[in-house]
């Protein structure tokens, strides 16, 4: 149980063009959902945390028009990058969480932008 | 706010031997604390969580944690270690479930044949 899927695992874009990232609680309801960013061999950074039905809160220094994250339903999540460019090449995360103290989190996206 | 502290980006052991990651907090609540490990272009998979009960926790592939609130330690062990356990692995604290996690900088994990 308590199964998280990202799609795609792997997207190659052209600078300028935006890249959508699925992630989805594939056998629970996940009232919340989180998205980090990991660049090499460095730790998860978290980005945003989104509720379903209710808009993402970013962390500071996160472009909210940069990253546009929808939470339309309690298994799905999704993370917009917009306009991407090569520095937002880097492995993407999600993770979702029902209760309390459980995250549980996805395989991960690698982004590259070219 | 809460934050870890991972001591040691790298650690190397040999086949069969102890494996010792260490992992310090800081919180003005009592944390929950967890390990994860991250293997080449995955996610993170949950070793072991300590959430104010036993303060000895026992996790999966035969890693265990224990929490010393006097020390503010959440180590993580493994009395023998196997090849399948190169990976990276993160301490991670939060305040209670829901809330965000803050991670630790990572340890690699490399294990001597």
């Known amino acids: 149980g308590a199964v998280v899927s990202q799609h795609p695992s792997r997207v190659i874009c052209k600078s300028g063009t935006s890249v959508k990232i699925e992630c989805r609680s594939l056998?629970?309801?996940?009232?919340?959902m989180f998205w980090y960013r990991q660049f090499p061999k460095q730790s998860l950074m978290l980005m945003a945390t989104?509720?379903?039905?209710?808009?993402?809160?970013?962390e500071q220094g996160v472009e909210k028009d940069k990253f546009l994250i929808n939470h339309a339903s309690l298994t799905l999540s999704t993370l917009t990058v917009a306009s991407a460019h090569p520095e937002d090449s880097s492995f993407y995360i999600c993770?979702?969480?029902?209760?309390?103290?459980?995250?549980?989190f996805g395989p991960g996206t690698r982004l590259t932008v070219t | 706010a809460q934050s870890v502290t991972q001591l040691g980006s790298h650690v190397s052991v040999s086949e069969g031997a102890l494996v010792l990651l260490r992992c310090n907090y800081s919180s003005s609540v009592p944390p929950y604390l967890f390990w994860y490990v991250q293997y080449p272009n995955q996610g993170l998979q949950l070793l072991l969580k300590y959430t104010s009960a036993a303060t000895l926790v026992k996790g999966i592939n035969g890693f265990e944690a224990e929490f010393k609130k006097s020390e503010t330690s959440f180590h993580l062990t493994k009395p023998s270690a196997h090849m399948s356990d190169a990976a990276e692995y993160f301490c991670a604290v939060t305040k209670s479930g829901n809330e965000k996690l803050t991670f630790g900088t990572g340890t690699r994990l490399t294990i001597i044949p």
């Open positions: 993770s979702a969480s029902q209760s309390l103290a459980e995250q549980y």
């Open positions: 989104s509720n379903e039905g209710s808009k993402a809160t970013y």
């Open positions: 056998d629970f309801q996940a009232t919340t």
